[in-house]
């Protein structure tokens, strides 16, 4: 049995869902009262939050980064407000990374992980 954690083993071996059309317009994204799917808010009671509100938007922002999946990013996830909102996420440094990296190359522009 492992002891500790690894790359292989852990949070740290999930991957991070960063769709690589994650800017495409033609997906409609998620405003106003939004209430978070069970696979990302899968702890505590169902909660509302209010998306005009910047204190509930990096909440969902840390939520779906961390456990959503590729079309739960493309609903919830403007990668302007993401710019925004960036230094105020706690995020662990593979979900940082993982987006630091998508900025780089597809916007030129570099991100503090």
Known sequence: MATR???TLGPDAR???V???IADTSVEKAHGAVELPLH???SGSSKVYDLTRRPDRLR???QILRE???DDVRRYIDVDELLDLWDELVLPR???RAWA???QQHCGIRLSC
């Open 40 to 42: 990302v808010r899968w």
């Open 94 to 96: 593979r979900v940082r």
């Open 101 to 103: 990296e998508w900025y």
């Open 15 to 17: 991957p991070v869902a």
């Open 68 to 70: 959503g999946t590729d």
């Open 19 to 21: 769709p690589q059309d």
């Open 60 to 62: 969902v922002y840390e």
């Open 5 to 7: 954690r690894s790359e």
